[in-house]
C-alpha cells in the first residue's frame, strides 16, 4: 500500500488554465514537502509545509496542508508550459531521517 | 558552488556484475542519502548515512546491496551481481543537518541487460 496518494496521476492541460493536484495519506506528518521533478533530472524542492491548516504562495503556486496534518493540495494559477513536470509529495513522519514520497503527477501543460 | 554530484549519469551492466555508484554530496553537507526511483513509481528510501556511519538502512534489501560513506571521498552505493530488477534511477540526497531540506543530484541510471 502506499502512504501518500497523489491524484491524478496524470493531467494535461492548456496553458492559462488553473489546476489543483492533490497528496492524501490516512498517517499524520510532522512536515509535507513537494518537489518538482523534470525528465533525466533529480527532483527540487519548492516548498515545505509544517503547520496545520498552513498556505504557502510561491508566485502562481499555492500549498496547503490539511488541517489535520494528513493531506496537502497544490493549485497552479495561469498555468504555462514551463510548469511541465512530475509533481511530488513527500513527508516526514517525524522521529525518521527518511522522507516517504507519492508517485508523483506527472503534469503537461500545453502551448 | 557545486550541487550534488553523482556519477555515473547512465550505467550498463549484464547480469551478474557489479555496479558502483557515485555520490559527493554539497560543499559543508554531511547527511547523504540513496533513493531509487522505478519508471512510474515515486522515490523509495534506500539508506541515511553520515561520515563513516550507517544511520538508517531499512529501506536496502538485506543482499546484494551496500552503502559506504567514507571519511575522504565520496557516498557508494555498490549493488552485487545485479538482476534486471535493478534497473533504475538512483538518486542521491544531502543535507547540511538533520531534518533540513534535501538537496538532489540529477541520478544514477542503471541498465541491466
Known amino acids: 500500500t502506499q502512504l501518500l496518494e497523489q491524484s491524478p496521476q496524470f493531467l494535461s492541460i492548456q496553458e492559462g488554465e488553473n489546476l489543483t493536484v492533490y497528496c492524501n495519506s490516512s498517517?499524520?506528518?510532522?512536515?509535507l514537502q513537494w518537489y518538482r521533478q523534470e525528465p533525466g533530472e533529480g527532483p527540487v524542492l519548492l516548498v515545505t509545509?509544517?503547520?496545520?491548516?498552513e498556505v504557502k504562495k510561491l508566485k502562481r503556486l499555492t500549498f496547503q496542508f490539511g488541517d489535520a496534518r494528513k493531506d496537502s493540495s497544490l493549485h497552479i494559477t495561469a498555468a504555462q508550459p514551463g510548469d511541465t513536470g512530475l509533481y511530488l509529495c513527500?513527508?516526514?513522519?517525524?522521529?525518521?531521517?527518511?522522507?516517504?514520497f507519492g508517485k508523483g503527477t506527472k503534469l503537461t501543460v500545453n502551448p | 558552488n557545486a550541487g550534488v554530484m553523482q556519477n555515473p549519469r547512465h550505467l550498463v551492466r549484464r547480469r551478474g556484475q557489479e555496479a558502483r555508484l557515485r555520490c559527493s554530496p554539497m560543499k559543508g553537507h554531511s547527511h547523504v542519502y540513496w533513493y531509487r526511483q522505478l519508471p512510474e513509481e515515486g522515490l523509495k528510501f534506500m539508506v541515511y548515512l553520515q561520515k563513516e556511519n550507517i544511520i538508517d538502512e531499512s529501506g536496502m534489501p538485506k543482499e546484494r546491496f551496500s552503502a559506504e560513506f567514507p571519511k575522504e571521498g565520496p557516498s557508494i552505493l555498490r549493488i552485487q551481481q545485479v538482476v534486471r530488477g535493478d534497473s533504475a534511477a538512483y538518486f542521491c540526497?544531502?543535507?547540511?543537518?538533520?531534518?533540513?531540506?534535501?538537496?538532489f543530484g540529477e541520478g544514477s541510471r542503471l541498465t541491466v541487460l
Open positions: 540526497a544531502s543535507s547540511p543537518r538533520t531534518g533540513g531540506e534535501l538537496f
Open positions: 509545509v509544517v503547520t496545520g491548516g
Open positions: 513527500a513527508g516526514d513522519q517525524g522521529g525518521s531521517e527518511k522522507l516517504v
Open positions: 498517517s499524520v506528518f510532522s512536515s
